[in-house]
């Protein structure tokens, strides 16, 4: 475990009530979590990062279990281990399974995946690594998931890659 490299908000620090409230409303047991402590220096970041995860986590029509497979794989490609704590268990929980989720942590595709999963695997990997997707995995993933969930695939690559990145940098 790292020492962040900024001072955590602490219990009892001035802080927006709703703002506090709508954060322990996001975690199990109302707990609030590392990140949730360093994002509670900037008022605006913290809120804007908080209403868009709630949406990212809980209102997307993209299968959970989707979901988490971006968010583990995104958190290996980046080595954001505190990350990867976070959603190993959600993963399972959503359906995943250890033998899976090991597989993501190697660069290469495991033949565990279905072809659904090895797509959104390879839509992590691009969008992760070098940003442009190739055309042909956004297609295929139209066909099998549909123009809106697509676009929840790609949104949650490009969210948990801003969580990875903020955690990585700030030795979260």
Same mark, same amino acid.
């Given at each position: 475990?790292?020492?962040?490299?900024?001072?955590?908000?602490?219990?009892?620090?001035?802080?927006?009530?709703?703002?506090?409230?709508?954060?322990?409303?996001?975690?199990?047991?109302?707990? =609030?979590?590392?990140?949730?402590? $360093?994002? *509670?220096?900037?008022?605006? /970041?913290?809120?804007?990062?908080? #209403?868009?995860? &709630?949406?990212?986590?809980?209102?997307?029509?993209?299968? =959970?279990?989707?979901?988490?497979? $971006?968010? *583990?794989?995104?958190?290996? /490609?980046?080595?954001?281990?505190? #990350?990867?704590? &976070?959603?190993?268990?959600?993963?399972?929980?959503?359906?995943?399974?250890?033998?899976?989720?090991?597989? *993501?942590?190697?660069?290469?595709?495991?033949?565990?995946?279905? #072809?659904?999963?090895?797509?959104?695997?390879?839509?992590?990997?691009?969008?992760?690594?070098?940003?442009?997707?190739?055309?042909?995995?956004?297609?295929?993933?139209?066909?099998?998931?549909? #123009?809106?969930?697509?676009?929840?695939?790609?949104?949650?690559?490009?969210?948990?890659?801003?969580?990875?990145?903020?955690?990585?940098?700030?030795?979260?």
């Amino acid at each position: 475990m790292t020492t962040p490299r900024v001072t955590p908000w602490q219990d009892g620090e001035p802080v927006d009530a709703d703002l506090l409230n709508a954060m322990k409303a996001r975690r199990p047991g109302g707990e =609030l979590i590392g990140i949730d402590r $360093i994002l *509670l220096k900037s008022f605006p /970041l913290a809120t804007g990062w908080n #209403e868009l995860m &709630v949406r990212v986590r809980q209102q997307f029509s993209l299968s =959970l279990e989707y979901r988490e497979l $971006i968010m *583990l794989r995104v958190a290996s /490609l980046n080595k954001a281990e505190f #990350e990867w704590n &976070v959603h190993y268990p959600a993963y399972l929980d959503a359906g995943g399974t250890a033998e899976k989720a090991a597989a *993501l942590e190697p660069a290469s595709v495991s033949s565990l995946f279905n #072809e659904t999963e090895t797509l959104l695997i390879r839509l992590t990997d691009q969008s992760t690594h070098g940003v442009v997707v190739d055309a042909d995995i956004i297609d295929e993933l139209k066909r099998r998931l549909g #123009e809106k969930e697509t676009v929840e695939a790609v949104a949650t690559v490009a969210a948990y890659n801003m969580v990875s990145r903020f955690l990585v940098a700030l030795a979260i």
